[in-house]
């Protein structure tokens, strides 16, 4: 599918560019190559959505424009677009690689470019941008596992199970037919910062031998075993032991207060692993 979207896209893209007045390939922007192979090979990525995609290549467009027209075309002109495009598309939230190239090519792409000035930024920039995301939006839209843009939803999801193990989610991700720019660590971490999120009852009944994670990751991940009654005075302090991460096998103690708003749920072993209550 991405392959056979990036080929139509890429087409339409000449022909819409070769139907304008004066059209030719000057009026195809280099970069539009690579925001094609974003936009169909990861289809919901955030660097891929239309407003990264549409925005980013207009402002890194107007900022190259710009230092080719007061700092010349030389090498530092282009390094300093193109930091001032990784600035400004970070406060705009709408951050896509290529765009850096669409500044380069304002700067370096010699008079043919730059006696565009201006109107570099709409034609080829914006007709090329406007162009590819509407031909991504009609090629992905009959395919249900194909969104894009990626806040439209077919159908509405089921909630998430109380406790997902890491196979659980590398099946997941090998079942996804399209390529997600996103690792099995960083799926897990978002789920388990979900899960924590969602939870709206606050940890109140703490005894003695109960285990309970703070719902940490990788090495920040641990279970305290209460080792110690405590009255349900706020000024208590709890005493526990370490039973599983990093600081296996150590101990400490910390107020009652300070417990609960270390502990993110209660947790049981199960076998060689720990399984959330």
Known sequence: MAILGSLVAMLIVFAVSGSMPGGSHVLIVA??????????????????????????????????????????????????????????MSVGRCVHPPAGATALTAVLGGSIITDLGYSF???????????????????????RWRRYPASLHWQRRKALPPSVDRSDLAYALSKINTFMD????????????????S?????????????????????????????????????????????????????????????KAWAGYAVVRNGDSWTRV
Request: aromatic share 6%; glycine share 10%; hydrophobic share 45%.
């Open 31 to 88: 970069s539009a190559g690579a925001s094609t192979v974003i936009i169909f090979t990861v289809p919901h990525g955030r660097l891929s959505q239309p407003w990264p995609v549409l925005v980013g290549h207009l402002l890194c467009g107007l900022i190259g424009v710009t230092c080719a027209k007061w700092l010349g075309t030389g090498p530092m002109s282009a390094a300093i677009a193109v930091s001032l495009c990784v600035l400004v």
């Open 182 to 197: 996103i690792s099995e660590d960083d799926l897990l971490r978002i789920y388990e910062l979900a899960r924590g999120h």
């Open 121 to 143: 930024v709409l034609a080829p920039v914006m007709v090329n941008m406007l162009t590819l995301i509407g031909v991504a939006v009609l090629l992905n839209l009959p395919f």
């Open 199 to 259: 939870d709206k009852e606050p940890i109140i009944k703490i005894q003695a031998e109960d285990c309970f994670s703070n719902g940490g990751f990788g090495h920040d991940w641990e279970v305290r075993q209460v080792s110690a009654d405590y009255s349900t005075d706020n000024s208590a302090r709890v005493a526990y032991q370490i039973i599983a991460g990093t600081d296996d096998g150590g101990s400490g103690e910390s107020s009652l207060d300070e417990f």
